[in-house]
């Protein structure tokens, strides 16, 4: 915006009066223009089902379900492979940890374990954390290690059913499943492509 400034002055006896006068000429402030509206092949251009062709969203719940694939023990410690799976139409994200929650007979957070994020629980190969997407049918998997060993006299929290949240999602699924946790702590790996092995 360009502006044209002209001042005038008038001095007097005992003090200076300033007269000022700006006369402003000049392009009109764009910004006070209103926007006009996209067209509605621009609107298509930037809609979310094209957005989510290269850039997919993170999976919500809804768009998922869960399934237990396998169960392995050696030298008392326990691992459960879980599997996510996009039931949906449209490709989404996975990205890091699930929750997972141990529960009571009253679907209530099992007292005396601690669920712990780890990469490498009882294993030598670590898994890193990768963002997975997954396309319509595809699969995901991550798994969780307990040790099921107790002491003489010892009683293990067992949980009844457990919660498993998609990584980035709100929701959870609720599974029934018996985890005696004797050592009061479950590990749980990060979200990996397909199923593990």
Do not use: W
Not at 171 to 195: D, S, Y
């Amino acid at each position: 915006m360009r502006h044209k400034i002209k001042f005038f002055f008038k001095v007097y006896r005992g003090g200076i009066f300033v007269i000022f006068t700006a006369l402003i000429t000049g392009c009109v402030n764009s910004s006070l223009v209103p926007k006009q509206q996209p067209t509605p092949a621009t609107t298509e251009r930037f809609s979310p089902q094209t957005n989510s062709a290269s850039h997919p969203p993170s999976c919500q719940t809804e768009q998922l379900s869960v399934r237990k694939v396998s169960t392995n023990a050696g030298a008392g410690n326990v691992a459960i492979i879980y599997a996510f799976t996009n039931k949906s139409s449209l490709p989404c994200n996975l990205y890091g940890y699930p929750g997972f929650e141990l529960l009571d007979s009253k679907n209530q957070p099992l007292k005396g374990v601690k669920v712990i994020r780890s990469s490498s629980p009882y294993s030598a190969k670590q898994q890193s954390l990768q963002q997975v997407t997954l396309a319509p049918n595809g699969q995901a998997s991550f798994d969780i290690a307990y040790n099921h060993i107790r002491d003489v006299g010892q009683s293990c929290p067992t949980s009844v059913k457990i919660e498993i949240t998609p990584p980035n999602a709100y929701h959870h699924f609720t599974l029934p499943e018996t985890i005696n946790a004797c050592t009061g702590k479950v590990r749980v790996r990060p979200v990996q492509p397909g199923i593990i092995q």
